[in-house]
């Protein structure tokens, strides 16, 4: 049983270029939730996807937009990238409905981008 | 999701216990402590979880205080396999795979050989 996939693992751009984010969920789970990490510090969510519409946003700017399709599978899209946006990107899934799952999420170990 | 506070890092002897510590005075009565970990270039993955009374399962035990302030994991018999950051998060349980978590910064322990 695949757990989240992410691709690419690793990713080079250069500022004002746009870049696109790939998420695979696990099997079984609707729901996907981004997370910037930049370096030394704690995840921060960007947003969530359930029933392929944005649910829950965090304070990441407009800049910032995703994508759910029916397979449940989901895209990151960032646009005018700045120096700043130089992070790991992780991907989280879960399935909505058992919420009383104590595992909750199960996260994909992310895409490194590197902004120059 | 209540705020938590740990020491930023912490240093462990292979095969000793690690204790990590983590406070949480604001914790509502219907919240629980959850604990995740995040090994170097991987995603967090969930630790354990309670509400008052002890947990143990095969990663890890959990210690909550009666006034349920602050908690402990433990990790009875450190590996090198079990340098990581580690997140204690504050959150109800309906919450869980539906909204955001809400890391801090986390403990970064070391074990060392």
């Known amino acids: 049983d695949a757990g989240v996939t992410q691709s690419p693992t690793h990713l080079i751009k250069t500022r004002g270029q746009q870049v696109t984010l790939r998420c695979s969920p696990k099997?079984?789970?609707?729901?996907v939730s981004w997370y910037q990490q930049a370096l030394g510090q704690g995840p921060q969510f960007i947003f969530q996807?359930?029933?392929?519409?944005?649910?829950q946003r965090g304070n990441f700017p407009d800049r910032f937009s995703g994508h759910q399709f029916p397979n449940y599978s989901s895209e990151l899209n960032v646009n005018a990238l700045l120096l700043g946006d130089s992070a790991l990107y992780l991907c989280?899934?879960?399935?909505?409905?058992?919420?009383?799952?104590?595992?909750?999420?199960?996260f994909g170990s992310g895409t490194r981008l590197t902004v120059v | 999701d209540a705020k938590t506070t740990q020491p930023p890092s912490m240093d462990c002897a292979e095969g000793r216990a690690a204790n990590l510590p983590c406070n949480h005075s604001t914790i509502s009565g219907n919240e629980y402590v959850y604990w995740y970990r995040q090994i170097h270039s991987q995603g967090p993955q969930y630790i354990i979880h309670g509400l008052k009374n002890n947990e143990t399962n095969e990663m890890a035990s959990l210690i909550i205080t009666e006034d349920r302030k602050s908690s402990t994991l433990i990790l009875p018999h450190a590996t090198l396999r079990d340098t990581a950051v580690y997140y204690c998060i504050v959150r109800v349980p309906e919450d869980t795979g539906r909204r955001a978590l809400t890391f801090g910064s986390g403990t970064r322990l070391q074990v060392q050989p």
């Open positions: 989280a899934s879960s399935l909505r409905a058992e919420w009383w799952r104590s595992y909750g999420y199960t």
């Open positions: 996807y359930y029933e392929e519409e944005e649910r």
């Open positions: 099997s079984g789970h609707d729901t």
